[in-house]
């Protein structure tokens, strides 16, 4: 029952009102109606019904039909997993799908609690949803593929499953084996919730992941960030030297806020380990910086797991919760530094990052890690390293869910000083907050989120809860905005942890909220917080993303890997919605200048061949490359350049404002194979960079011409890869498989990387060496760089681990 108080002058019997109704996972609802007399005033009593959306339903109806499958709300725990958040249902948004999960699990899920995860996915791929709880010693998974309301799966996902519990498990889950398993296995063991959500942002966990926090601790200890550096309001910490294929490179990413599109990180395949990263720490006050090249060495860890647990084989899902351990306890342990050299000058950070003097104009192209490069700098010397100690703090949930209650009424004492009352669901009232990415004395912030909730009912679901990206080492901070029309009334406040008080600030810490008075739809706007910000940079990412999944939808056995050329914000659009991920090896920034990147069709500055986007067939190992070029649309002077563009995302081009159109087209096109997108992947060949060689390929091939030329192989079993985990195999880390078929990787994720394989017997160990790559020419190929310590980078095609499942077989990630 909801009452309905207020004050109209002139009122007769003849008054016509209408009412408008809302509710999250309705359609709205307009109803017309006229008041009756009641002696002093008039009033009426309606009783109107609602209509859920599909979306809504589906999320609510999944959610029951596994509840009476697992009984969780009797005891009050359970893990969610789902595509919702990035998969489309019925052609629209899902934010309501995440709605029906939470209010059918009335409290017992909740994003605060960390039980809810969205696997990161593209609007192409099916609606899926996997909840497991725990039984005893055991976990159950009730798994509901592409939105049916059958389960394709009940029964153990528990790292002790026997081996036909596991075959039964792959032939039902294919490639979502490994990432449900992994998840559902580390949420199991208490792995902290914001890393949880980074693995659903890669795609699973894994030693990569792992190690990729760990390396982020040893940083912090080291090397702790001074100061932030870079454009204007795309300051980071550091910059971030990867290499795509190493998981690890999606923790910096998402962990450190260091993301492509604040030109934060780059990387492509420079060097055969994709376990080495470099990071660049920045003194804008003497002008110089420090680098820091760190790797994790797979082979030296699989050895200590053995000698510490006597297992004398290795199951992933057993090593990801040995590490997890190291992890909490002594990070160090798991991650070694290779170098630390202090007296880094601007023009080497030019030279190895790209150079963009002012935005949409590079003038120096980013030669990525070249460890050819870095170590026969003489100016360079040992940099000193702080010791820093770090203690944990001793918040619960409950405390941490209070600091989030004390904040919304905060903001409700902020607003009523100025003579506004905020209201519970208020549609109009989004909160903007750091909480989720920054740590409080090194604790995950996530039940903030449920406190706010408490209090304003505002949640991501909504879209009135917006967790904006920050680095774990950044302010928890809020922005209260109030939307009225175009108008905007914002209150700004951070948490002091010192004194666990609030203090208020003279302005906004954020300025998503430019976007919020234009309902932008869901996908993008999760874009623009992992972004952090909105901007014209950024704006693109939406519309070149719809052309690519217009004119280049990936099949069955196809998935999409992006390669930016023309480095700037709308990357991070493009990196979210394609669903792409440098830890994967499925992206990859090489940024080159605004001059290799101009045609004569489009202007200079933002406009031109941006990047290419590669269809890849893991079943024929052939592809499609296509370079993507990006014109800007025109608008009149003076127009709201958001509100416009974001008219352009729902297809409308009727605004009077609109000059011209955007323009998205292909300068080229071509048919692949493995050699040639190894090439790709590494920038190109010595005399000539991607996009020049994208041009040199034959036009006139066909798909028969590609499967003759794929280096005499079959397509049935291992054909070795690139480097970096091209399909075919990789060279980094534990192999994905070999052509005997004898252990094989958690398929499907990073382009080769990971390749269905039958599982290994259970009576034995089986022996399996790393093949060597085919590899494709590489621009700044590493050829005497030997690290002081032999031992600090994992030699490659040198060894031989024993992998196998006694008792439980799991998948292996081979790039981690």
Not at 136 to 150: R, V
Not at 685 to 706: C, E
Request: net charge negative; hydrophobic share 35%.
């Amino acid at each position: 029952m909801t009452k309905i108080k207020f004050n109209y002058e002139n009122i007769t019997e003849n008054t016509v009102f209408t009412v408008k109704i809302r509710a999250p996972g309705y359609r709205e609802l307009s109803h017309t109606f006229k008041l009756a007399s009641y002696g002093t005033g008039y009033a009426a009593h309606l009783s109107l019904q609602m209509n859920a959306t599909d979306a809504y339903k589906r999320g609510r109806e999944i959610t029951k039909k596994a509840d009476q499958l697992l009984n969780f709300t009797k005891t009050g725990e359970v893990l969610v997993i789902t595509t919702a958040g990035s998969a489309y249902y019925k052609n629209q948004t899902t934010e309501d799908v995440l709605e029906g999960i939470l209010n059918q699990g009335r409290g017992i899920i909740s994003y605060g609690k960390g039980n809810l995860l969205m696997l990161r996915k593209t609007r192409l791929d099916p609606l899926d949803f996997a909840f497991i709880v725990r039984k005893g010693n055991d976990l159950i998974l009730a798994y509901f593929k592409n939105a049916s309301m059958t389960p394709l799966y009940v029964g153990t996902v528990s790292q002790n499953m026997t081996l036909t519990q596991y075959q039964t498990l792959q032939k039902k889950l294919g490639d979502d084996t490994f990432p449900i398993a992994s998840l559902a296995n580390a949420w199991a063991i208490g792995l902290s919730p914001d890393i949880l959500r980074e693995a659903a942002f890669h795609g699973h966990v894994c030693m990569g992941t792992i190690c990729g926090y760990a390396m982020i601790e040893t940083l912090l200890k080291y090397y702790p960030a001074t100061n932030e550096f870079g454009l204007p309001l795309e300051g980071v910490s550091y910059q971030v030297i990867g290499v795509p294929g190493g998981s690890d490179d999606d923790v910096f990413i998402y962990a450190m806020d260091a993301t492509p599109g604040k030109r934060a990180y780059v990387g492509f395949n420079t060097t055969e380990d994709t376990n080495i990263v470099g990071f660049i720490r920045w003194n804008s006050k003497t002008k110089t910086g420090t680098l820091i090249i760190m790797a994790y060495n797979l082979q030296e860890l699989i050895k200590k797991y053995k000698q510490e647990t006597y297992e004398t084989a290795v199951s992933e899902l057993k090593f990801n919760a040995w590490a997890v351990k190291k992890l909490k306890t002594n990070p160090e342990s798991l991650v070694d530094i290779l170098y630390a050299f202090d007296n880094l000058t601007e023009e080497q950070v030019h030279y190895l990052m790209g150079y963009e003097p002012n935005k949409g104009n590079t003038t120096v192209a980013a030669a990525g890690l070249d460890l050819n490069y870095i170590l026969n700098q003489t100016n360079l010397i040992n940099a000193t390293p702080s010791s820093r100690t770090y203690s944990t703090g001793t918040l619960t949930y409950d405390d941490l869910r209070n600091i989030g209650r004390l904040a919304a009424e905060k903001a409700i004492e902020l607003f009523r000083a100025i003579g506004i009352t905020l209201e519970r669901d208020d549609y109009q009232l989004f909160v903007l907050t750091s909480a989720g990415y920054v740590r409080l004395n090194g604790q995950d912030t996530s039940p903030v989120w449920d406190g706010i909730y408490d209090v304003l009912g505002s949640r991501l679901s909504r879209k009135t809860l917006l967790p904006v990206h920050a680095p774990l080492w950044g302010n928890l901070k809020f922005d209260f905005c109030l939307v009225n029309g175009t108008q905007k009334i914002i209150k700004s406040i951070y948490y002091n942890v010192t004194s666990g008080t609030f203090t208020v600030q003279n302005s906004a810490s954020y300025i998503i909220e430019e976007v919020l008075p234009y309902d932008p739809p869901f996908d993008v706007l999760m874009g623009w917080l992992f972004h952090n910000h909105v901007c014209g940079g950024s704006s693109p990412g939406y519309l070149i993303a719809d052309y690519i999944f217009n004119n280049y939808p990936k099949g069955e056995n196809e998935k999409y890997i992006y390669v930016t050329t023309l480095d700037n914000c709308k990357d991070d659009i493009l990196f979210m919605l394609l669903g792409v991920s440098a830890g994967q090896g499925t992206y990859a920034n090489q940024r080159l200048t605004s001059e290799e990147t101009t045609l004569e069709t489009t202007g200079g500055g933002m406009n031109g061949m941006v990047g290419y986007i590669i269809v890849w067939d893991e079943k024929t190992n052939t592809g499609r490359v296509a370079i993507i070029t990006w014109q800007s649309p025109r608008f009149v002077p003076g127009s709201n350049s958001y509100e416009e563009y974001i008219r352009l995302y729902k297809h409308d081009c009727s605004s009077p404002n609109l000059v011209s159109l955007p323009t998205v087209s292909t300068a080229a096109e071509r048919l692949i194979n493995r050699e040639e997108l190894g090439i790709l992947l590494a920038g190109g060949t010595g005399s000539m960079n991607a996009l020049q060689y994208i041009f040199s390929i034959p036009a006139n091939r066909t798909l028969a011409d590609l499967v003759q030329v794929d280096n005499g192989g079959s397509h049935d079993g291992n054909q070795g890869g690139v480097p970096g985990g091209v399909p075919g195999g990789s060279t980094g880390g534990v192999p994905s498989g070999s052509s005997h078929g004898a252990t094989g990787g958690h398929a499907g994720y990073s382009p080769g990387e990971d390749i269905s394989a039958t599982p290994a017997s259970v009576s034995a160990a089986s022996e399996v060496s790393e093949e060597s790559s085919v590899e494709g020419k590489r621009v700044y190929e590493v050829k005497n760089a030997t690290p002081p310590v032999a031992t600090a980078v994992h030699q490659h095609g040198t060894s031989t681990v024993s992998l196998v499942s006694l008792l439980q077989q799991v998948s292996w990630h081979s790039g981690s």
